[in-house]
């Protein structure tokens, strides 16, 4: 049964970074994409920022110039560096894996950023 475990999120004054961790466990099959996604109370999930197993990455018009994602892929884990953090960017922050065409999620991380 596939896993993905996040860890760092908390409470950040705006301008502050933090740095998401989400690692995979529970099947050796290979991954296609990893990504974050992120869902501010009221409102729909929405893509923050994807890596696919070829290093190609994609962001949010939000996230350009400010987040960073990336990918250790002996240990199917992906980070995502966020810098520069804005209020908006407050919510819950999911993890998700792209394994053989299916989408799996982790439980998300709170990250909350104060004015």
């Known amino acids: 049964q596939v896993q993905l475990v996040e860890s760092g999120g908390g409470l950040v004054q705006a301008g502050g970074s933090l740095r998401l961790s989400c690692t995979k466990s529970g099947t050796h099959l290979g991954i296609n994409a990893m990504g974050w996604y992120r869902q501010a109370p009221g409102k729909e999930r929405e893509l923050v920022a994807s890596i696919r197993v070829n290093g190609l990455t994609n962001y949010a018009d939000s996230a350009k110039g400010r987040f960073s994602i990336s990918r250790e892929l002996r240990q199917d884990t992906v980070h995502l560096q966020m810098n520069s953090l804005k209020t908006d960017d407050t919510g819950v922050y999911f993890c998700?894996?792209?394994?053989?065409?299916?989408?799996?999620w982790g439980q998300g991380t709170q990250v909350t950023v104060s004015s």
């Open positions: 998700t894996a792209n394994i053989l065409g299916r989408d799996f």
